[in-house]
Nanobody, 127 residues
């Protein structure tokens, strides 16, 4: 199991940028693909982005494609989400998650496919 802690959230104006970080514990961090999800008030948690174990393959939700970038630094046990051109509809609690298995392939956009979750960090985008 991987322990995860998100940081970097805050209040930003529309069009601005934020960089979220997710610090992971354990020496097995690089064994798992990592994902970012978000949940707006009253809404279901939804997939945002995913990065493969080595960082070479990424997937994005259509709603953030071209604006958000997911990356990881396995030497630092950290995954990042760079968010540019933020919109009010990006307002949500953002969670990082580790895949439930070490061998998964594909986009893996379902919550059930991830085994470890951080506590979340709030991102608020004002008009």
């Amino acid at each position: 199991q991987v322990q995860l802690v998100e940081s970097g959230g805050g209040l930003v104006q529309a069009g601005g940028s934020l960089r979220l970080s997710c610090a992971a514990s354990g020496r097995t961090f690089s064994s798992y693909a990592m994902g970012w999800f978000r949940q707006a008030p009253g809404a279901e948690r939804e997939f945002v982005a995913r990065v493969s174990r080595s960082g070479g393959i990424t997937y994005y939700a259509d709603s953030v494609k071209g604006r958000f970038t997911i990356a990881r630094d396995n030497a630092k046990n950290t995954v990042y989400l760079q968010m540019n051109s933020l919109k009010p509809e990006d307002t949500a609690v953002y969670y990082c998650a580790a895949d439930s298995v070490t061998y998964a392939l594909g986009a893996r956009t379902s919550l059930a496919e991830y085994g470890s979750w951080g506590q979340g960090t709030q991102v608020t985008v004002s008009s």
